[in-house]
């Protein structure tokens, strides 16, 4: 469990972008290259990041909580992107104004003149503000909108999805359990080409959310001052993704005034609305945005449109320290709370992830504030519930850290399996029964699973029985009775998936 608090605990969550080079660089002329070169100036002596893209298993550091004490955040500050600046100028199609020039900003420097996240502000002012990945404000407006976000990021834009069907296409079968199970982020580097996934129930999911928020409004969309900048670049990012990874259904005008999107049969002016309502509008995932306080140097939610949470809603957490926000979460401040501030202190752009919390769920409840009638369904065991009304709830998160604004995104999505359908997925039903019966108290109180398991447990010790009779789940050495119920190495998958996966698509 971890990042914001989904319905089985994760807290907001913890791929890509591809626009056709032709939208987002062009090549050009040397004179051209040599006079934005002037406009985008820097020094180079300031050490940047070089950190590489993380490996597959992630874990957080388990310094002490005393050594706390001797972590100054108001000095500290993410990898500097400042180094692609140079690469950025030689593929620019247009720089809008003449950028002063300037050494690579100290972390003093950048004290005194970062960016606010608390308040609102503008681009254009007469002095420059730089923000924690520093960038300073002139440089920002210079680069106009859709710059090559894969270039300032470092993360590659994704490879356009052949095979792509809409009216088929389902998300990837994922089933995030593990065993021995305890309190851990659980991180994995994030795939690119699937930072944003769009499935079968992509129309009817858009229609969804945006009766959400016509119902409840700043509960599931909101966006506090000081956040503008983030929201903007986020937007971008997410319609350079669609327009890379489904070239056929997505596609910006050639000004990049103008985002067409087949699937719905929309047009979007882009400087009309919010960017967060263009999200809203376009792209059914939910994304909350955490920045750095220039004050403190620590990390609160600042805006975010969420229409999947469970027990709480934008509303109840905007605002709010991380360390607030999972409050709730067991064991979060005694083991996770200091390696989690000093991570989201340390995390470099180029080095996204991802993860998945899970629940089991009476239907298929989205959105479920607090007060919510369907709530009730989880205080005790119906009677007449069938294992056809059980399904397996995965909100799929990825994190990753905004290239200019230097903000973190979470972003995630709930996904529905019915409970059945486990029961020809190799050694998955053995391991959901070892975790459901032996996991630790306070972490399955918290997962809340108790008002299924008088259904779902028979069940699945059914399945897994199945599967042994039949040859499919096997002891891992020679000689031993059984398989010893351990994490798969296809997590959060689970052998032969991809079969699976494509048959149901019919491919």
């Given at each position: 469990?971890?990042f914001?608090?989904?319905?089985?605990?994760?807290?907001?969550?913890?791929?890509?972008?591809?626009?056709?080079?032709?939208?987002?660089?062009?090549?050009?002329?040397?004179?051209?290259?040599?006079?934005?070169?002037?406009?985008?100036?820097?020094?180079?002596?300031?050490?940047?990041s070089?950190?590489?893209?993380?490996?597959?298993?992630?874990?957080?550091?388990?310094?002490?909580?005393?050594?706390?004490?001797n972590?100054?955040?108001?000095?500290?500050?993410?990898?500097?992107?400042?180094?692609?600046?140079?690469?950025?100028?030689?593929?620019?199609?247009?720089?809008?104004?003449?950028?002063?020039?300037?050494?690579?900003?100290?972390?003093?420097?950048?004290v005194?003149?970062?960016l606010?996240?608390?308040r609102?502000?503008?681009?254009d002012?007469?002095?420059?503000k730089?923000?924690?990945?520093?960038?300073?404000?002139?440089?920002?407006?210079?680069?106009?909108?859709?710059?090559?976000?894969?270039?300032?990021?470092?993360?590659?834009?994704?490879?356009?999805?052949?095979?792509?069907?809409?009216?088929?296409?389902?998300?990837?079968?994922?089933?995030?359990?593990?065993?021995?199970?305890?309190?851990?982020?659980?991180?994995?580097?994030?795939?690119?080409?699937?930072?944003?996934?769009?499935?079968?129930?992509?129309?009817?999911?858009?229609?969804?959310?945006?009766?959400?928020?016509?119902?409840?409004?700043?509960?599931?969309l909101?966006?506090?001052?000081?956040?503008?900048?983030?929201?903007?670049?986020?937007?971008?990012?997410?319609?350079?993704?669609?327009?890379?990874?489904?070239?056929t259904?997505?596609?910006?005008?050639?000004?990049?005034?103008?985002?067409?999107?087949?699937?719905?049969?929309?047009?979007?002016?882009?400087k009309?609305?919010h960017?967060?309502?263009?999200?809203?509008?376009?792209?059914?995932?939910?994304?909350?945005?955490?920045?750095?306080?220039?004050?403190?140097?620590?990390?609160?939610?600042r805006?975010?449109?969420?229409?999947?949470?469970?027990?709480?809603?934008v509303?109840?957490?905007?605002?709010?320290?991380?360390?607030?926000i999972?409050?709730?979460?067991?064991?979060?401040?005694?083991?996770?709370?200091?390696?989690?501030?000093?991570?989201?202190?340390?995390?470099?752009?180029?080095?996204?992830?991802?993860?998945?919390?899970?629940?089991?769920?009476v239907?298929?409840?989205l959105?479920?504030?607090?007060?919510?009638?369907h709530?009730?369904?989880?205080?005790?065991?119906?009677?007449?519930?069938?294992?056809?009304?059980?399904?397996?709830?995965?909100?799929?998160?990825?994190?990753?850290?905004?290239?200019?604004?230097g903000?973190?995104?979470?972003?995630?999505?709930?996904?529905?399996?019915?409970?059945?359908?486990?029961?020809?997925?190799?050694?998955?039903?053995?391991?959901?029964?070892?975790?459901?019966?032996?996991?630790?108290?306070?972490?399955?109180?918290?997962?809340?699973?108790?008002?299924?398991?008088?259904?779902?447990?028979?069940?699945?010790?059914?399945?897994?029985?199945?599967?042994?009779?039949?040859?499919?789940?096997?002891p891992?050495?020679?000689?031993?009775?059984?398989?010893?119920?351990?994490?798969?190495?296809?997590?959060?998958?689970?052998?032969?998936?991809?079969?699976k996966w494509?048959?149901?698509?019919?491919?």
């Amino acid at each position: 469990m971890g990042f914001f608090m989904m319905p089985s605990g994760w807290i907001l969550g913890l791929g890509v972008m591809l626009l056709a080079s032709s939208l987002t660089v062009l090549a050009i002329n040397k004179h051209q290259r040599d006079a934005i070169l002037q406009r985008f100036h820097f020094h180079r002596h300031r050490r940047f990041s070089g950190a590489s893209t993380p490996p597959r298993s992630l874990s957080m550091s388990k310094e002490s909580s005393a050594s706390c004490t001797n972590l100054d955040y108001v000095t500290a500050f993410p990898p500097s992107r400042r180094c692609v600046l140079q690469e950025l100028a030689e593929k620019a199609v247009e720089v809008q104004s003449r950028l002063p020039a300037g050494v690579e900003p100290s972390p003093e420097f950048l004290v005194k003149n970062i960016l606010p996240t608390t308040r609102a502000y503008c681009l254009d002012n007469e002095t420059p503000k730089y923000t924690p990945t520093g960038f300073s404000t002139a440089e920002i407006k210079a680069m106009g909108d859709f710059p090559a976000y894969d270039i300032l990021s470092g993360v590659p834009l994704p490879e356009p999805y052949e095979n792509f069907d809409p009216a088929k296409a389902l998300p990837r079968p994922y089933r995030p359990f593990r065993w021995a199970y305890h309190q851990t982020m659980s991180l994995t580097k994030m795939e690119p080409n699937w930072w944003l996934e769009i499935e079968n129930t992509y129309v009817e999911r858009v229609k969804q959310r945006q009766e959400l928020f016509r119902e409840h409004g700043i509960k599931v969309l909101d966006y506090l001052p000081g956040s503008e900048l983030a929201c903007k670049e986020l937007m971008e990012m997410c319609l350079q993704f669609y327009c890379a990874r489904y070239p056929t259904y997505f596609s910006l005008s050639p000004d990049k005034k103008i985002f067409h999107n087949i699937l719905l049969g929309t047009k979007t002016e882009i400087k009309r609305f919010h960017p967060l309502h263009i999200l809203l509008n376009n792209v059914p995932e939910d994304f909350a945005v955490v920045l750095r306080n220039e004050e403190d140097g620590m990390y609160y939610f600042r805006a975010g449109v969420i229409c999947s949470s469970l027990g709480w809603n934008v509303s109840t957490k905007i605002g709010m320290q991380l360390k607030e926000i999972h409050k709730p979460i067991p064991d979060y401040k005694e083991k996770m709370s200091f390696s989690m501030d000093r991570y989201f202190n340390k995390m470099p752009t180029n080095a996204p992830i991802q993860r998945g919390s899970w629940g089991l769920e009476v239907d298929t409840p989205l959105f479920m504030p607090p007060g919510h009638p369907h709530e009730k369904l989880r205080e005790f065991q119906k009677p007449d519930l069938t294992i056809d009304e059980c399904y397996l709830r995965v909100d799929w998160q990825t994190l990753r850290r905004l290239p200019l604004s230097g903000g973190i995104v979470f972003n995630f999505k709930a996904l529905f399996t019915p409970v059945k359908e486990f029961r020809d997925e190799p050694y998955i039903p053995a391991l959901l029964l070892k975790i459901l019966k032996e996991g630790k108290k306070n972490l399955m109180e918290y997962k809340n699973t108790w008002h299924v398991e008088h259904v779902c447990l028979p069940e699945i010790e059914e399945y897994a029985k199945e599967q042994v009779a039949n040859g499919i789940v096997k002891p891992e050495h020679e000689g031993e009775e059984e398989w010893e119920v351990a994490t798969l190495p296809e997590s959060p998958y689970f052998p032969g998936w991809e079969e699976k996966w494509h048959r149901q698509q019919g491919f």
